[in-house]
């Protein structure tokens, strides 16, 4: 936009309002019509979900028209749930070994790229693309992909626990290391090239410079990548259905089975939908228990990496 | 640039608004809103089989256009019907029909059906062999077809391996059949079974209707055929299960061992003449009576005493349900059209022809050939299998441990790990009845 001062309206207009205010008396007489729809449907699509899917973990209901309020039973029984504990375990381990592999992996990747290699820009879309893939249709793919090394060894990704660990965590890395490794070129783009030559200067190493003046001014990318690989990895639901569904599962001597490799979206989901009555409400009983677990993670995650961050 | 962006978000933001706005929630195929009147009631129907769906699309817009009744047909995503249904009942304009097909799910669902005694509907059943009751009697839903399963056989091949349909009468003499014929696989150009994939899209053939036989004999063995879902079962009949699954598993043309992911199409097998055995139903009758068209199906043998005399496992799940809660004008247009669908001539055609035989005195006969050789076994004083399996408890859970312990056991087949498909099986039923009744 223009920045010259010498149109004769706004001038006048300036004089007329010179403190600015009676602009604003118009301003908030009309402010409901412009907020009024975004909180309309922040209400509709957010809040009032929210608070009746609390309610609801505290139902039994079959039908959400048809809930009973029965207190906080189901939060007990959730609890109880051996499957629910073996799934919270069994995310927890999945979200810190893909928030390291890939964070590390997408720096590195990010690093190379921003060295000035030729061909740079194809790499970055090549390493992007896998982003740009489903999860249900990127978790059969795989399978698919692992059956054909597994099956030489006569056995399958459905068959071992680890085999199904490590085939999500190579699955999530692939798709996930383009989509972070762009948020750290960004970051190592804007480090500023006058303080990395007066490290040069100094006589750092190539180290030093990158542990002593890119990486903490690439704080705020590492902050936020790592909270969308840790939520991400906490929330994984499609690529875990499709990849695995929870397979190979432990039968007990009981006849009860625990999935070994059911992760907590997929074990609330599979509680939902059991032929059990009572098991909706234990369900939504998880989801909040699982949002409250989600939350408080990514906030100390933001809070601690946050503290490390610099200002240029 | 910081206004253009400003922009660019307002605008993003009020389209998105008017999206929210303007689009409708359209869970499945073909939900857009039907034509016609429905000042006089109108009809929801929610099916569940994706295969029908086309035909029970025009059979809707006939009777439109015949009634002036708007019918709407919503077809459940393939595996997905009761998420489908839940989400369904919940809205203002539930389904006024749908589908409660056995008993575990007449417990979920009964308290919202209309008690179909004495209706215009039950009046029509040649049969009350298909009519599912809650525990105070009322009837919550009747079978508007039935199917059968069995062993599908390509009656060709195997004279082509030197045998006969008649040779196969038992456990013992299928097994010769089929054994024979895997070893000479290379030379005769075809195998015995077809890929027996223990992937979603494949594996109720085995944990499903496969189990029925367990199921079915411990039934006949305790003297009455089950009314309600048992607590607990003893899996007497386990190592006949076993048997027929294992002859299946190990003469076919896809190694045990790579079954787990699945990926091979077991019904193109067949129809291309590279597999003489199918475990399956008679739903298939359609897909594969072009390319085979003297292909008939045999009961499940498996080595219990007095199978000659075996027929195929016949029953449904297909259940009509009326919402109780729609509204009367609905509940009575819903009703009108279940009858016309199961007295037109023209619908009634259109309707067997892609469900197989509906159990109705004036719907039009069945041509399907697999449901022709069950009439025949019955016909020949061969006793019907039942379809026990409808019992299951908790029946999605159920079957994915058994399935998971079948990887396990076709991975390495010892005793070790059929002992824990044995666990799954029978300490399995009573922990998911437990599951759902505790």
Redesign the interface.
């Known amino acids: 936009m223009s920045r010259k001062t010498d149109n004769p309206n706004r001038v006048r207009k300036r004089d007329k309002h010179p403190a600015g205010q009676p602009l604003k008396r118009p301003m908030r007489k009309w402010s409901w019509l412009f907020l009024g729809p975004v909180t309309a449907a922040f209400i509709i699509g957010f809040v009032w979900p929210f608070i009746q899917g609390i309610y609801l973990s505290m139902c039994s209901f079959k039908l959400i028209r048809d809930a009973k309020f029965i207190g906080f039973g189901n939060y007990l029984t959730a609890l109880k749930d051996a499957t629910f504990v073996h799934a919270f375990w069994y995310t927890a381990l999945f979200a810190v070994v893909s928030v390291i592999l890939i964070n590390v992996l997408a720096f590195a990747v990010a690093y190379a790229l921003t060295q000035g290699i030729r061909g740079s820009n194809l790499y970055r879309t090549v390493f992007f693309m896998p982003n740009l893939i489903g999860g249900i249709v990127l978790g059969y793919i795989w399978s698919m992909i692992f059956d054909g090394i597994l099956s030489r060894y006569g056995t399958s990704i459905l068959m071992e626990t680890r085999f199904g660990f490590w085939g999500l965590i190579i699955l999530m890395c692939w798709q996930q290391i383009g989509y972070m490794m762009i948020i750290y070129i960004a970051g190592l783009q804007a480090v500023p090239d006058d303080m990395i030559e007066a490290a040069r200067i100094d006589g750092a190493t190539k180290w030093q410079t990158l542990w002593h003046i890119t990486i903490p001014n690439v704080m705020p990318s590492i902050t936020i990548c790592t909270f969308l690989s840790l939520t991400n990895g906490f929330k994984l639901f499609d690529q875990n259905l499709a990849l695995t569904g929870g397979q190979p599962f432990i039968i007990q001597p009981d006849g009860t089975n625990i999935k070994t490799t059911e992760m907590l979206a997929l074990n609330i989901y599979n509680t939902f939908y059991s032929s059990n009555s009572a098991s909706k409400g234990v369900a939504q009983s998880k989801a909040v228990i699982f949002f409250i677990l989600v939350a408080t993670l990514g906030l100390i995650q933001l809070a601690y990496t946050r503290k490390r961050e610099v200002q240029q | 640039m910081k206004?253009t962006l400003a922009l660019v978000l307002a605008l993003v933001?009020c389209l998105?608004?008017l999206a929210?706005c303007g689009s409708k929630q359209e869970p499945a195929q073909g939900s857009a809103e039907p034509a016609g009147d429905a000042s006089n009631g109108s009809v929801y129907w929610l099916n569940f089989k994706p295969e029908s769906d086309e035909v029970l699309q025009e059979v809707a817009k006939m009777y439109t256009e015949e009634t002036g009744v708007p019918v709407k047909v919503v077809t459940a995503a393939s595996g997905t019907y009761?998420?489908t249904l839940?989400s369904e009942?919940?809205k203002a304009s539930a389904p006024t029909l749908f589908v409660i097909g056995n008993q575990?799910?007449v417990?979920?669902w009964g308290?919202?059906a209309l008690d179909l005694t004495d209706s215009a509907i039950a009046k029509e059943l040649n049969t009350d062999a298909y009519e599912l009751r809650d525990a105070d009697g009322k009837l919550c839903s009747i079978g508007y077809c039935y199917e059968c399963y069995g062993i599908i056989v390509n009656p060709d091949l195997i004279e082509q391996a030197g045998h006969t349909m008649d040779e196969i009468k038992n456990f013992e003499s299928l097994k010769a059949v089929v054994e024979d014929i895997h070893a000479r696989a290379d030379e005769l150009g075809f195998d015995a079974f077809t890929s027996c994939d223990m992937d979603?899209s494949s594996s109720w053939r085995f944990t499903g209707h496969m189990a029925n036989l367990e199921y079915f004999y411990e039934e006949q063995a305790a003297g009455a055929a089950w009314t309600e879902c048992p607590e607990s079962i003893t899996g007497a009949y386990l190592d006949n299960y076993k048997a027929l699954y294992d002859l299946c598993v190990t003469n076919s043309l896809t190694d045990r061992?790579?079954l787990?992911?699945g990926?091979h199409d077991a019904e193109n097998e067949f129809i291309t003449g590279k597999a003489a055995f199918f475990v399956n139903g008679s739903w298939e009758y359609a897909a594969v009576s072009e390319a085979v068209p003297n292909a008939t199906m045999i009961p499940y043998y498996c080595g219990v005493q007095g199978e000659e005399k075996a027929g195929l496992n016949c029953g449904t799940e297909n259940y009509w349900a009326i919402n109780s809660a729609a509204s009367e004008a609905d509940q009575q247009a819903t009703m009108d059209f279940m009858v016309w669908c199961v007295t037109d001539p023209e619908a009634s055609r259109m309707l067997v022809d892609t469900f197989g035989v509906m159990p109705y005195k004036q719907a039009a006969e069945s041509t399907n050939g697999f449901l022709a050789a069950a009439d025949a076994y019955t016909a020949a004083g061969n006793y019907v299998m039942d379809w026990a399996t409808n019992y299951q408890?908790?029946?999605?859970?159920y079957r994915?441990?058994l399935?998971?312990?079948l990887?396990?056991y076709n991975?390495d087949p010892t005793d070790a790990n059929w002992e824990?498909v044995k666990?799954?099986f029978?300490?399995?039923?009573?922990?998911?009845y437990a599951?759902?009744n505790?």
């Open positions: 206004k933001l998105a608004l929210g009761n998420q839940m009942m919940d575990d799910a417990k979920e308290d919202y979603d061992k790579d787990a992911t990926g408890p908790n029946v999605d859970e994915a441990a399935v998971s312990a990887n396990a991975a824990s666990t799954a029978v300490d399995g039923w009573a922990a998911q599951a759902v505790g």
